[in-house]
T-cell receptor
């Protein structure tokens, strides 16, 4: 079964600095998708960035970028120029395309709580 | 605004009571999902509906039932609530085609079982 591991329960960053959140996953599939979701105190789940496994190029979305290492099964999120509004729980999620009968289901890590210091 | 709407936002139940959580989406998505989120855990899938008329168990289905009422609505029922079901429940939806399409989440329901 696929698993997603976020080894950092909490992280802290100074405003305007850069922080990297780690995520590793385990799968035997060759084709899949990876996502980072942000959950602020409001409880909403907000998509931050996505990565297709067949694409070698790392995804970027403004200040957010990923370092996708397929062979190492690693998918880290880098936040540049951190802002106070970036403070939230961040969840890494995996989505296989042939996950038994439950295609399209997300498998989440346990999350990393990011604090941003002014 | 378009999106996923969950009702209620908060609920307190006594052990043994029943409850239905409602979810509706207006994005014409085919697939819908119910997750629960517990402290220190990521979201775990309870049930999903890949398309109208179908439902399947996820990782933690025990104690729950679901109904895909139509394409828009997907409800989650607790027949006899237990304290272990105290959690935050999220409904989500996505297009069936295109696994790179993200799931869109509702704002969650905080459920407490006393």
């Amino acid at each position: 079964a696929q698993t997603v591991t976020q080894s950092q329960p909490e992280m802290s960053v100074q405003e305007a600095e850069t922080v990297t959140l780690s995520c590793t996953y385990d799968t035997s599939e060759s084709d899949y998708y990876l996502f980072w979701y942000k959950q602020p105190p409001s409880r909403q789940m907000i998509l931050v960035i996505r990565q297709e496994a067949y694409k070698q190029q790392n995804a970027t979305e403004n200040r957010f970028s990923v370092n996708f290492q397929k062979a190492a099964k690693s998918f880290s999120l880098k936040i540049s120029d951190s802002q106070l509004g970036d403070a939230a729980m961040y969840f890494c999620a995996y989505r296989g395309v042939n996950y038994g009968g439950s295609q399209g289901n997300l498998i989440f890590g346990k999350g990393t709580k990011l604090s941003v210091k002014p | 605004n378009a999106g996923v709407t969950q009702t209620p936002k908060f609920q307190v139940l006594k052990t043994g009571q029943s409850m239905t959580l409602q979810c509706a989406q207006d994005m014409n998505h085919n697939s819908m999902y119910w997750y629960r989120q517990d402290p220190g855990m990521g979201l775990r899938l309870i049930y999903y509906s890949a398309s109208e008329g179908t439902t399947d168990k996820g990782e933690v289905p025990n104690g729950y039932n679901v109904s895909r009422l139509n394409k828009r609505e997907f409800s989650l029922r607790l027949e006899s609530a237990a304290p272990s079901q105290t959690s935050v429940y999220f409904c989500a939806s996505s297009p069936r085609d295109g696994f790179n399409q993200p799931q869109h989440f509702g704002d969650g329901t905080r459920l407490s079982i006393l």
